[in-house]
């Protein structure tokens, strides 16, 4: 059996790493702005979004063994082991016959980055690092009210704890190859695109 899902992941690497994919890291504390931001790259440069937190959420809704899993770390606050994650994301890169993605709330932590590299053999062009301070995040997360089970002061602050313990050393690590794109994400959205489409217009070019 185990030779099998051996054969199955392989199988999954290989075809992705084939297509050689543009993938782009998208990073930011809770509350930064990355799904609003996302989705005005989709429409302007043609991207995949992929939320690494969407694919969990919909796995726990499958009702699988796996979606229970990943349910009961959630609510510890903890990070889910980086082979789910990164299964569940190459599944939909390659069902998404696309060739330019963006991978919005992973890599997590550093154990999640060499994960990534080592299974798929992919390293992101760059990582879009959307800088909010605390406050501005846990504002925004309270007023959204998404009636996510998640978004409670106390919750809000672990997980605060955890992107601070966990994806900043990822964001260091990826600042010293010199491909963190660092965003000022505590202004108005707008704003904030105008920055995030100056990172993705090719050189010399001006974004639409």
Do not use: W
């Amino acid at each position: 059996m185990g030779a099998v899902v051996d054969a199955v992941n392989q199988d999954l690497n290989g075809s992705l790493a084939e297509k050689k994919p543009t993938v782009v890291f998208v990073l930011g504390g809770p509350g930064s702005g990355k799904g609003t931001q996302c989705a005005n790259i989709v429409e302007h440069f043609g991207y995949t979004h992929l939320s690494a937190g969407d694919l969990l959420r919909a796995e726990i809704k499958s009702g699988s063994e796996n979606g229970t899993m990943i349910q009961e770390m959630i609510k510890e606050g903890k990070i889910v082991p980086s082979e789910v994650t990164i299964k569940l994301l190459q599944k939909a890169m390659l069902q998404s016959g696309n060739d330019k993605f963006l991978i919005d709330g992973f890599p997590r932590n550093e154990e999640n980055r060499a994960a990534f590299e080592e299974v798929t053999k992919i390293e992101p062009a760059f990582v879009l690092f959307f800088d909010c301070p605390e406050e501005e995040m846990e504002r925004r997360i309270l007023s959204r009210n998404q009636g996510r089970e998640d978004d409670n002061v106390e919750t809000i602050r672990k997980r605060f704890k955890v992107f601070l313990d966990s994806s900043l050393p990822v964001v260091q690590h990826y600042e010293a190859k010199g491909k963190v794109r660092k965003i000022d994400a505590a202004r108005p959205i707008t704003e904030v695109f105008e920055s995030v489409k100056a990172t993705f217009a090719p050189k010399n070019e001006k974004a639409e």
